[in-house]
């Protein structure tokens, strides 16, 4: 089955920049969706398609998506982006969902 | 506004069986795929199934499959998951999620609901 790979945690000051992996064999031939989930919260798709950006979603998260990684980044991050985050693919080999690992941000 | 609300939650005992529905508003309920994703409790995100817009296409995930059945009443806008000869390992809350296309595949879940907890015990 497909796996996805996330680092357990990143932390990172309030105005810098955080970058979350998600790994996967070729995953740069699927096209990566990625959710944050708050605590006590349900999941929000803060970026999908790769890089685009649902509407009401800052511009400060990003995604990009080649080779073996997909990454989404935070840039100028605030107290507020303190979340789990999840990538997310179609594995069409099995007909399934598959989520990653989950990160969870910290924000120093 | 889009809005998707589970219920039929609770306390069951192993091998028992639960209902769980998600009512939605606020759109064509047959245009679009509709997820069963749960939580088990301080764990990740986990697919459980998916069916397509028109009910005729479905899928699960290996840890569900033959003892779990999602289907949907489109004249109700509700989305159903009959749960099966339950374990404790289904303990989590299960989330029902809205795709933002007709079929399963590719596309994201735009819309999720609260979610309603299971919690199975003995």
């Known amino acids: 089955s497909y796996v996805l790979t996330q680092p357990p945690s990143v932390s990172v000051a309030p105005g810098k920049t955080a970058r979350i992996t998600c790994g996967g064999d070729?995953?740069?031939?699927?096209?990566v969706h990625w959710y944050q989930q708050r605590p006590g919260q349900a999941p929000v798709v803060v970026s999908y398609y790769d890089s685009d950006r649902p509407s009401g979603i800052p511009e400060r998260f990003s995604g990009s998506n080649s080779g073996n990684t997909a990454t989404l980044t935070i840039s100028s991050v605030e107290a507020g982006d303190e979340a789990d985050y999840y990538c997310q693919v179609w594995d069409s080999s099995s007909d399934h969902y598959v989520f990653g690992t989950g990160t969870k941000v910290t924000v120093l | 506004e889009v809005q998707l609300v589970e219920s039929g939650g609770g306390l069951v005992q192993p091998g028992g069986s639960l209902r769980l529905s998600c009512a939605a508003s606020g759109l064509t309920f047959s245009k679009f795929a509709m997820t069963w994703v749960r939580q088990a409790p301080g764990k990740g995100l986990e697919w459980v199934s998916v069916?397509?817009?028109?009910?005729?296409?479905?899928y699960y995930s290996d840890s569900v499959k033959g003892r779990f059945t999602i289907s949907r009443d489109n004249s109700k806008n509700t989305l159903f998951l009959q749960m099966n000869s339950l374990r404790a390992d289904d303990t989590a809350v299960y989330y029902c999620?809205?795709?933002?296309?007709?079929?399963?595949?590719?596309?994201?879940?735009?819309?999720w609901g609260q979610g309603t907890t299971v919690t199975v015990f003995s």
């Open positions: 070729n995953i740069g031939t699927k096209s």
């Open positions: 999620a809205k795709s933002r296309g007709n079929d399963p595949y590719y596309y994201p879940m735009d819309v």
């Open positions: 069916i397509s817009g028109d009910g005729h296409t479905t």
